[in-house]
């Protein structure tokens, strides 16, 4: 994996909305991390690559279910919403305009 093209760095958006570890609050706007705004950005930065943006979730995750689980280790986070927050709304699930969804 060493495809990193210099281009990409160079022209790679600013991020204000990034999270206060080891809350995971939102720098600007205090909502949990990865709010809104941050959302957006990421899909506009990793438009052509939602693997690598799968990836950079993952790892965050990681990281923030440790923060979160050292913050409050008897009340922690629970594992499905922290997967809904950090990863499950950029999960691919198929093309909603396609039709070929999955029944559920
Ligand atoms: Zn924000």
């Known amino acids: 994996m060493s ?7 160079a022209t790679r958006p600013c991020r204000p909305h990034l999270p206060l570890r080891p ?3 939102c720098r600007v ?3 949990p991390w990865p709010c ?3 959302r957006l950005t990421l899909r506009q930065e990793y438009a052509h690559d939602r693997i690598a943006l799968s ?3 993952c790892t965050v995750l990681h990281d923030a279910a440790a923060d979160l ?4 280790p008897h009340d922690g986070p629970d594992r499905a ?4 927050r950090f990863l499950g709304w950029a999960a691919p699930r198929g093309d909603p305009d396609s039709g070929v969804g999955h029944s559920e």
């Open 29 to 31: 706007c205090a909502a």
């Open 55 to 57: 990836i950079y979730l």
């Open 81 to 84: 919403a922290l997967y809904a």
């Open 23 to 25: 809350l995971w609050l």
């Open 3 to 9: 495809r990193t093209s210099p281009d990409n760095r």
């Open 36 to 38: 809104p705004v941050a």
């Open 69 to 72: 689980y050292r913050l409050n």
